[in-house]
Every structure is written in structure tokens, then in C-alpha cells.
């Protein structure tokens, strides 16, 4: 059963702290996502990373760093977490196919809660 | 950018109504995909459409994709209070990389028994 766990399922921190979440994925999948998601907007892509040590800016990257040492975790970090930054968190992971056609769906943790003070 | 917009946002309707939800895309799609969250869930992959013009079906689902690879709905015949959920229409951009996904905004189902 194929799996990806957060490191959080709630989490709650005061404003100007720095905050690590973590993702951890088994499936052994190229690709690593971040979003977060709030009523009425959807999902928007904080950043991404397509391999070992390789990150990419998504649609929302400002006042957030990524880190990818191993390919199994991708950990988002907030610098100096703000009450605008309270929201949940969805880490999400996919294989890098080959192709237009070819399957790439991305497998979603159960996400974190976050919560700024 | 890429835009991926969803109507309707919020649809609430008795059970055993139908119910469809559209997805428009401001740039051509390589492939949709479609994704359902359950409340207090994350989302969970439903299908992917490739072919322009492709229709798929899963049980009371209907999936399909527009000749021009822009649009795509969802049609649930007969809904059942286990459709309640928000439906996301995904895809990622023609010419670029396949694996990042725009996001519609998603369309919430509510059912009422």
C-alpha cells in the first residue's frame, strides 16, 4: 500500500518562529510537492522538486524554503512563520513518467494543519 | 500563467440527482486528471484523460475530455451520499513539464439524503 506521511497532522506555532514539515514518501517517486490549501482557492503549488537536491519555485514560494537531501523527504520550511502562513499543508509525490500519456498522478499525504500565533 | 477554472464552486443537490462539474483550461492540456477529497481528507487521484475527445466511465462517473484538450467535465449520475466531497480538475501545461499540475479551484458536492 503505497504511502506518504506527514510529520503533523496539527501543528501550532507563534509568529516569527521557524517551522520544519516534513514529508516522507515510499514509493520511491522522482517527484515531491508542496501546496497549501485554503477555502476557496483551491490548491496552489508552493514548490516542487524533481529529483535528489532539486527544487523548483511553484506558484507561491514567497516566505518558504524546501530541502531535499534524500529522495524519500522533502521538508518545507518556514524562515520566521507569519499569522498569513496559517493554513493546511499538503505534501504530495509522483513518478516522473515518460511522455505525454504517461500516468502521473500524485499521491497526497493526509496533510498539516498549521496554525500561527 | 496557466489558469485552470471550475464551475460551479459549491453544487448541493438531493441524493439520486445528478450532478456535473466543468473544467476550463486557458492553455491546452497534454492530460487531465481528476481528483476527489473527501471532507477532512486529502485528495485522491480518480482518472487521467489523455486523447482529445476521450470519454471514461467509472461505475455512475463519467470523465470526459474536449476535442480541443481544454475542457473536461465530470458527470455523477444518480448521486449517493458517498459522492459528497470536492471534486479538483487538474493538468499540467502543454509543451511543458508533465508532472507539475495546475489546479482548479474544485467544485464542492454536498448531497442530501
Known amino acids: 500500500d503505497v504511502k506518504v506521511t506527514q510529520s503533523s497532522r496539527y501543528l501550532v506555532k507563534r509568529t516569527g518562529e521557524k517551522v520544519f514539515l516534513e514529508c516522507v514518501q515510499d514509493?520511491?517517486?522522482?517527484?515531491m510537492f508542496w501546496y497549501r490549501q485554503d477555502p476557496g482557492l483551491g490548491l496552489r503549488l508552493i514548490y516542487f522538486?524533481?529529483?535528489?537536491?532539486?527544487?523548483e519555485k511553484g506558484d507561491i514560494p514567497e516566505g518558504y524554503s524546501v530541502s531535499r537531501e534524500k529522495k524519500e523527504r522533502f521538508s518545507l520550511i518556514l524562515e520566521s512563520a507569519s499569522t498569513n502562513q496559517t493554513s493546511m499543508y499538503l505534501c504530495?509525490?509522483?513518478?516522473?513518467?515518460?511522455?505525454?500519456?504517461?500516468?502521473?498522478?500524485?499521491?497526497f499525504g493526509p496533510g498539516t494543519r498549521l496554525t500561527v500565533l | 500563467g496557466q489558469q485552470v477554472m471550475q464551475i460551479p464552486q459549491y453544487q448541493h443537490v438531493q441524493e439520486g440527482e445528478d450532478f456535473t462539474t466543468y473544467c476550463n483550461s486557458s492553455?491546452?492540456?497534454?492530460?487531465i486528471q481528476w481528483y476527489k477529497q473527501r471532507p477532512g481528507g486529502h485528495p485522491v487521484f480518480l482518472i487521467q484523460?489523455?486523447?482529445?475527445?476521450e470519454v471514461k466511465k467509472q461505475k455512475r462517473l463519467t470523465f470526459q475530455f474536449g476535442e480541443a484538450k481544454k475542457n473536461s467535465s465530470l458527470h455523477i449520475t444518480a448521486t449517493q451520499t458517498t459522492d459528497v466531497g470536492t471534486y479538483f480538475c487538474?493538468?499540467?501545461?502543454?509543451?511543458?513539464?508533465?508532472?507539475?499540475?495546475?489546479f482548479g479551484k474544485g467544485t464542492l458536492l454536498t448531497v442530501n439524503p
Open positions: 504530495a509525490s509522483s513518478f516522473s513518467g515518460k511522455g505525454f500519456s504517461s500516468y502521473n498522478e500524485q499521491f
Open positions: 514509493m520511491d517517486h522522482e517527484n
Open positions: 522538486s524533481y529529483d535528489v537536491k532539486m527544487k
Open positions: 492553455t491546452t492540456l497534454s492530460n
Open positions: 484523460l489523455v486523447k482529445s475527445g
Open positions: 487538474a493538468g499540467p501545461p502543454s509543451g511543458g513539464s508533465n508532472y507539475k499540475l495546475t
